[in-house]
C-alpha cells in the first residue's frame, strides 16, 4: 500500500489569495492595483471612472462628501416672480382706479380683494416724487400719512362693522392716488388761474375719494356710509395739500 501523496494543489482563481511560507516571501514583489469602479451618473446610460480617493471615501462611509444637491428650480424664477411683483395686475387697477364708473365694465373690486404692497407703494413715491419740487422734506412725510393714514380708516371701518383688512385698505388708499398724479400736470400749467386751479384741485380730490370710498364702502356699512367716506375724503385733501404746499 503507498503512503498518501501530498494534497492537491489549490489553483486560485481571480481575486483569491493565495498563502506562500515566509521563506518564499522574501522572493515575492508586486503591487495591488485600485479597483476599477464605475458610476453610473443620472441613470443616463453614462459611466465615468471613480479615481482612488472616490473609491477610498466611499469604502469608508464617506461617500455622502461626494454627494452634488440637485438645483431647486425654485431658485431661477425671474426678479419680478420672486418679488411677487404682477406687472399686468397692477396696470389692470390702475385702470381700475382712473376709471371708476361702473359703465366701463372693470371688475374694480379685484383692488380691493386682492390687495398687493409693490403697486400702491409706487403711487406712493411717485406722488412724492413730484412733490419734490421746492419740498423735499414731504417725502417721508407722504410716506407716513399713507401708512397711518391707512390704519386709521382700517380702524374706522372695522369698528363700523366693515370686513376689511389692514392690506386691502393700503392698497386702496395707495392706488387711489393717482387722480392727484393726474392732475399735478395741470396744475402746473392752469397755477397762475385761481379759479380754475381751484376746481380742478376738488375734481382731484373728488375723484381720488369716490375711487377710494367705492371699493372701501361695501353694503354692510348700510347707514354708515359717510361716517368712513368723510375721512377718506379728508385725507385725500391733506395729500393734496402735502403736494400743493397749501
Known sequence: ???PGPPPAYAPTNGDFTFVSSADAEDLSGSIAAPDVKLNLGGGGEFIKES???TFLRQRGYGWLLEVEDEDPEDNKPLLEELDIDLKDIYYKIRCVLMPMPSLGFNRQVVRDNPDFW????????FSMISLYG??????WIITIWIFGSLTIFLLARVLGGEVAYGQVLGVIGYSLLPLIVIAPVLLVVGSFEMVSTLIKLFGVFWAA??????LVGEEFKTKKPLLIYPIFLLYIYFLSL???V
Open 1 to 3: 500500500m503507498q503512503p
Open 135 to 140: 419740498q423735499f422734506r414731504v417725502v417721508s
Open 210 to 215: 369716490y375711487s377710494a370710498a367705492s371699493l
Open 243 to 245: 403736494y400743493t404746499g
Open 119 to 126: 403697486g400702491p407703494l409706487a403711487v406712493v413715491l411717485f
Open 52 to 54: 482612488t480617493a472616490t
